[in-house]
């Protein structure tokens, strides 16, 4: 298998925008609903998209937040701005 190589931008660009439940997250992390939901409220993952009551995760950015090493939001979210 290829490694992939580049920015959070190029990675994210070339794939499909999904949108993930708690339930898919927590599937992709190997980790239970309950730990996203933790890293979630500490601070420790990507914020989720919130429509109305429901909560959902970019495939594609958990993916780039994974191959960043997974930092913490702050540092996340100064990685995706540049």
């Keep these: 298998m290829a490694e992939e190589t580049g920015t959070v931008e190029s990675i ?3 794939r499909p ?3 993930m439940t708690v339930h898919e997250t927590a599937d992709l992390l190997c980790v ?9 409220a500490q601070g420790l993952m990507p914020s989720p998209i919130r429509l109305g009551r429901c909560c959902r995760w970019r495939r594609d950015e958990i993916e780039s937040w994974l191959h960043a090493d997974a930092p913490p939001r702050d540092t996340w979210d100064k990685i995706k701005t540049g």
């Design 17 to 19: 925008l999904v949108l």
């Design 32 to 40: 239970c609903s309950r730990h996203v939901w933790s890293l979630d």
């Design 12 to 14: 994210a660009a070339t």
